[in-house]
C-alpha cells in the first residue's frame, strides 16, 4: 500500500541519517541579544557559544559583519535527582539575553529544570607588582621583603571570561519550557508545563508561582493559547485566549497534535502576536482573538503523512518561528534542512535550504520546491525524498538588519542580505 | 464516511495499529532520558482516546450492548465533557507522581459533587474514519458518584459472544500485544475461567485468548474496600503468586487511569471500570473546582 512504503521512507531516512556521536553538539537555541552584535547559541551538550560581530573594517570589506566565537562555557552539567530517579537533561532549552547596562553582558540559560544568570565579561589587563606573590604567583616570604610597590595594570591578550552570577532552581516540577525577561530589568519569567514562575533576579531561593489549570486544548478548540503580559508594575495579567474554531472537515487522529502550538512570538510593534503550530504559522491582531490575520502554510505536504509522522516521533517536533526587525516578514524552519520566509505585505513567499553542498560563503541562496505531486520539474524534490531528520527547528533574526541565524542540527547558518 | 464493511474494517484497523503505536510511546517515554515529557505524553493520549473511540463505534455497531445502567443521557454528556476538558493538573500528577514512587496525595475516593460548569461538548460530524462519537455507550457512567462503602451489588454487561479485539501492553516485557477476547461473564472483582495473562499480569504467561480482571485492592488502595462480589472460578486464582504483580498493574492503570482513559484498562464493560471511571470523575470535579488560580492571583 502507498502508505506503508511511505512509512518505511520517512523511516528509513530517518535513521540512516542520525548521527548519534554528535548529539551533543546539537543546537537546541539561537538567540541575538537586542544590539544583533552578539549571537548566542546553546547545545545538547549543556554548552554555550557566544559570537560577536566584527567590526566592519576599512581593510577587509568583504568581512564586513561577521559573526565569530567569542565565548565558549559549560552552562549546565548532567544532574541526577536522586529522590525521583530522574537524570536532568544539560540540553539548554533557552537564552535570554538581558539588555546591556555596562561593560559586561548578561544571559540566562535554561535546562530543563535550572535557570542561570550568566556574566560574560572580557578581561584586557591585569595586575602585576603584587608584594606578597612573585610572578610565577609563589608566595614570598614577608622576610625577605624590604620595599613595597603598588601593583599597576598591565595590558594582556583579550579575554572573555563567563562566570555564573546566579543559580535559580528547584522550582519546576516539569520541564522548562521558556523564559523571558521583562522590560523592568529586575524579574523573568519561566515556564514549564503548568507552572509559570515570576523570579527577581536578585533573589534565587523563592519566586511566585500560578499554576495553570486549564490551559490545554479541549476538543472543541484545539488553537487555544494564553499569553501572559507583564506590565511595569509586576502585576502578572493574563490576559488573553486566542481560539480558532476547529474546521470540522479536517479532523483526524492527530488534529490535536498538529495544532498544538510550538512557538509564540510577540512582533516588535507589539501589536500582532504570531504562533506555530505543526503545519502553519498564524499571525494574530492582539485585538482579535477569535480568528488570526494571517495564515500561512509552512509544509501543507506533510498533512497525508502525518500518520508516519507521528510513529517516527516528527509529529512532536517543535518549530520556532521569528519576526524580521520590521515585522514584515516572518521565518520558521521544515524538514530537509529547508527553511520558510513569508512577506505579509506582498503574500510572496521562499523556500531556502541550509546545507554545506548548497551554500557555499557568500554564494546567494537558491530558492527551493518541494513538489507536491504531478510531474517533478528538475530542482525539485519530493516529499518522499525530505529527510526527515535534518530538521530546522531554532532560528533566529538580527533586530534590525537582514541578518538570520539558523540551526541545522549541530551546525549554525549565518545567513546575511548581500550589499552592494 | 466509510460505508463499506471493508472500509469500516480498515478504520478500524488503523485504529488499532495507532493505539498499539501510542501505548509503546507512553511505555517508552517512562525509560527517556531526562524524564516523562509531560506534554507529548498529553498529545499521545489524545491520539489514543481519538483511535478508541473510532474503534469502539466501529466495533459497537456490530456487537449488541446492553447498557447496565439506564437514564444516564445527561450523565453521559457530563462524562464526555470531563473527559475531554480533563484536568491537565491531574493528569500530570498522575504521570509525575506514580513514575516516581511517590503516593499522589490528592487520590481519594470523593462524595459527589454537583459539576455546575457547563456541559460544554463539541459533537462533529466527521467524515472517513473520524471520532467524537456521542452516542458511544462505552463512555457510560453509574449516574450516582457513590462513595466506596455503600454501592449495592449489581449486573456487569455481558457482551456479545462475538470475539473482541483489544490492545494491551505488557509491562514487564514492553511487547504490545493485540489480544482477542472469548467470553467474560463474572461478578466484579471476579476472575474469568481461565485467568491468564494480560495487562502485563504475568511475568511468565503469554497473551491468550481470555483476559484477567485484577482485583482492585490491589491497585485502588486509597478507595478503601470495595464491595465486589468474587466467582468462585474452577481453577485456582492465587495459584501463581506472580500473576498479581501490583506494582506492575497499578502504574499501568495509573497511567492510563486518568484523563478519562480508563476504558483502556479493560475494553469490556465491566463495573470494576465503571467504578474506577466514577471516582475518577469524582477526582476530576474536586480538581475543576478547586480554585488555585485565583489563589494565584491574589497573591500579588
Redesign the interface.
Known amino acids: 500500500m502507498e502508505e506503508e512504503n511511505d512509512t518505511r521512507k520517512v523511516n528509513n531516512s530517518f535513521l540512516r541519517d542520525h548521527n548519534y556521536a554528535t548529539e551533543a553538539d546539537i543546537i537546541s537555541t539561537v538567540e541575538f541579544n537586542s544590539t544583533g552584535e552578539l549571537l548566542a547559541t546553546g547545545d545538547k551538550g549543556g554548552r554555550v557559544v557566544v559570537f560577536q560581530r566584527e567590526q566592519e573594517s576599512k581593510t577587509q570589506p568583504q568581512r564586513r559583519g561577521e559573526y565569530n566565537v567569542y565565548s565558549t562555557f559549560q552552562s549546565h552539567e548532567p544532574e541526577f535527582d536522586y529522590?525521583?530517579?530522574?537524570?536532568?537533561?544539560e540540553?539548554i532549552n533557552k537564552i535570554k539575553w538581558l539588555p546591556q547596562q555596562n561593560a559586561a553582558y548578561f544571559l540566562l540559560s535554561t535546562n530543563?529544570k535550572t535557570v542561570k544568570l550568566w556574566k560574560i565579561s572580557e578581561r584586557d589587563k591585569r595586575p602585576e607588582g603584587y608584594n606578597l606573590k612573585d610572578e610565577d604567583g609563589r608566595i614570598r616570604d614577608p622576610a625577605t621583603i624590604t620595599s613595597l610597590r603598588v601593583p599597576v595594570l598591565q595590558p594582556m591578550d583579550l579575554m572573555v571570561e563567563a562566570t555564573a552570577r546566579r543559580v535559580f532552581s528547584n522550582a519546576h516540577?516539569?520541564?522548562i519550557n521558556s523564559i523571558s525577561v521583562n522590560s523592568d530589568l529586575q524579574t523573568f519569567i519561566s515556564t514549564d508545563?503548568?507552572r509559570v514562575n515570576l523570579w527577581n533576579l536578585e533573589i534565587t531561593d523563592r519566586s511566585?508561582?500560578?499554576?495553570?489549570?486549564?490551559?490545554?486544548p479541549?476538543?472543541?478548540?484545539p488553537s487555544q493559547l494564553f499569553s501572559f503580559l507583564c506590565d511595569k508594575t509586576?502585576?502578572?495579567l493574563?490576559s488573553i485566549n486566542f481560539e480558532e474554531p476547529?474546521d470540522?472537515?479536517t479532523?483526524?487522529?492527530?488534529?490535536?497534535?498538529i495544532s498544538?502550538i510550538s512557538d509564540v512570538k510577540f512582533s516588535h510593534n507589539g501589536r500582532y502576536l504570531m504562533t506555530r503550530d505543526y503545519l502553519t504559522v498564524k499571525v494574530w491582531d492582539l485585538q482579535m482573538e477569535n480568528k488570526p490575520l494571517e495564515t500561512y502554510q509552512v509544509h501543507d505536504y506533510l498533512r497525508g503523512k502525518l500518520?508516519s509522522l507521528?510513529?517516527n516521533?516528527c509529529i512532536?517536533d517543535k518549530f520556532e518561528c521569528v519576526w524580521n526587525g520590521s515585522d514584515s516578514v516572518i521565518m520558521t524552519g521544515s524538514y530537509n534542512n529547508f527553511f520558510r520566509m513569508f512577506d505579509r505585505n506582498t503574500k510572496r513567499d521562499v523556500t531556502l535550504e541550509a546545507s554545506r553542498e548548497n551554500s557555499k560563503p557568500r554564494a546567494i541562496l537558491k530558492p527551493r520546491k518541494v513538489c507536491v505531486g504531478g510531474k517533478r520539474r528538475k530542482d525539485e524534490i519530493s516529499v518522499d525524498s525530505l529527510d526527515f531528520s535534518k530538521k530546522i527547528l531554532h532560528t533566529t533574526w538580527h533586530p534590525h538588519e537582514n541578518i538570520i541565524a539558523v540551526a541545522a542540527t549541530n551546525n549554525l547558518y549565518i545567513f546575511q542580505d548581500k550589499v552592494n | 464516511e466509510p460505508n463499506t464493511l471493508a472500509e469500516m474494517m480498515e478504520c478500524a484497523f488503523d485504529a488499532q495499529n495507532l493505539i498499539s503505536i501510542s501505548l509503546r510511546k507512553i511505555q517508552s517515554s517512562r525509560t527517556q532520558r531526562g524524564g516523562i515529557k509531560l506534554h507529548k505524553n498529553l498529545l499521545v493520549t489524545y491520539v489514543l482516546r481519538n483511535a478508541r473511540q473510532l474503534y469502539m463505534s466501529k466495533t459497537s455497531s456490530q456487537t449488541q450492548r446492553t447498557p447496565p445502567y439506564e437514564d444516564v443521557a445527561v450523565v453521559r454528556e457530563r462524562q464526555e465533557y470531563l473527559e475531554l476538558t480533563g484536568s491537565f493538573t491531574e493528569l500530570a500528577d498522575d504521570f509525575y507522581c506514580n513514575f516516581n514512587g511517590v503516593e499522589s496525595g490528592t487520590w481519594h475516593c470523593g462524595a459527589h459533587q454537583s459539576s455546575g460548569q457547563p456541559a460544554v461538548v463539541a459533537h462533529q460530524d466527521a467524515p472517513a474514519c473520524a471520532m467524537v462519537s456521542p452516542s458511544d455507550p462505552d463512555l457510560m457512567v453509574s449516574e450516582a458518584c457513590w462513595s466506596c462503602s455503600d454501592k449495592p451489588s449489581w449486573e456487569l454487561i455481558v457482551p456479545n459472544s462475538q470475539a473482541n479485539q483489544k490492545t494491551v501492553l505488557d509491562l514487564d516485557t514492553h511487547v504490545v500485544t493485540t489480544v482477542t477476547n472469548g467470553y467474560f461473564h463474572s461478578d466484579c472483582c471476579a476472575q474469568p475461567k481461565q485467568p491468564q495473562g494480560a495487562l502485563g499480569v504475568t511475568k511468565k504467561r503469554k497473551m491468550d485468548t481470555s483476559y484477567y480482571i485484577i482485583d482492585p485492592e490491589f491497585y485502588l488502595p486509597d478507595f478503601g474496600a470495595v464491595p465486589c462480589k468474587r466467582m468462585r472460578s474452577d481453577e485456582d486464582l492465587h495459584s501463581d503468586s506472580d500473576q498479581l504483580d501490583s506494582a506492575n498493574i497499578s502504574n499501568l492503570i495509573s497511567v492510563l487511569g486518568s484523563g478519562g482513559l480508563s476504558e483502556f484498562v479493560s475494553w469490556q464493560q465491566t463495573d470494576l471500570e465503571q467504578i474506577f471511571a466514577t471516582q475518577t470523575i469524582c477526582l476530576r470535579h474536586t480538581l475543576l473546582t478547586g480554585s488555585g488560580w485565583t489563589r494565584a492571583i491574589e497573591a500579588f
Open positions: 529522590l525521583k530517579s530522574l537524570e536532568i537533561e540540553k530543563d516540577t516539569y520541564h508545563d503548568l511566585f508561582s500560578i499554576l495553570i489549570s486549564s490551559c490545554f479541549s476538543t472543541g478548540s509586576r502585576r502578572l493574563v476547529e470540522p472537515s479532523r483526524s487522529f492527530f488534529s490535536e497534535i498544538s500518520c507521528y510513529e516521533d512532536f
